[in-house]
């Protein structure tokens, strides 16, 4: 795998950050949509963000629970976007690209469905993340020992998301 390191300016960063967008995500869907990219390579772009902050979160987890729960978090998000658009889930795929970015309801809306196609085991590993993100993130009410006990959710989400988009490759 290359990994290319891009310089982007700090004011946009910041503004990019002020309005709640994840600058890396955001790169993804602006490359997907400027280069009119296949949905099988912009979901594995996404997949490649979800492993990316598991890895992360992981090794924050005794070190800083706050952003190892914010991390993993994030890995749970580009899991479902990245399944979002294996799946095809046209009309939500489409709210966003109105949006010009997701929300909370298009990512809670693509969880239900998902689950639907995979398990309701999906829908518990989201609430698993929504909550590490709320409480241990936001909330700051979360030690290392809570964020580990949360952690194989978010593990079984993103292998899980791994396997299905390999299975058709």
């Known amino acids: 795998m290359r990994v290319v390191i891009v ?12 309005r709640g967008i994840d600058v890396e995500s955001y ?12 949905p099988e390579i912009h979901a594995d772009a996404h997949l490649e963000l979800a492993q990316k902050y ?8 005794d070190r800083d629970p706050i952003q190892a729960c914010e991390k993993l978090y994030k890995a749970t998000e580009e899991a479902v976007k990245a399944l979002a658009l294996y799946f095809n889930l046209r009309e939500i795929l489409e709210s966003v690209e ?14 239900l469905k998902i689950s639907e196609k995979l398990g309701e085991w999906f829908m518990h590993s989201w609430n ?17 020992e809570d964020v580990r006990k949360l ?12 396997k299905v988009l390999r299975e058709n490759v």
């Open 54 to 61: 598991l890895e992360e979160g992981k090794n924050l987890v």
């Open 7 to 18: 310089f982007i300016p700090r004011r946009l960063v910041e503004e990019l950050e002020k």
């Open 128 to 144: 698993s993340a929504w909550a590490l993100h709320v409480w241990g993130f936001h909330e700051t009410k979360f030690n290392s």
């Open 151 to 162: 952690l194989p959710y978010v593990e079984k989400m993103i292998s899980e998301a791994r």
């Open 98 to 111: 109105r949006r010009g970015r997701w929300s909370v309801n298009e990512l809670w809306k693509s969880v």
């Open 27 to 38: 790169i993804v869907d602006l490359f997907a949509r400027t280069l009119n990219l296949d």
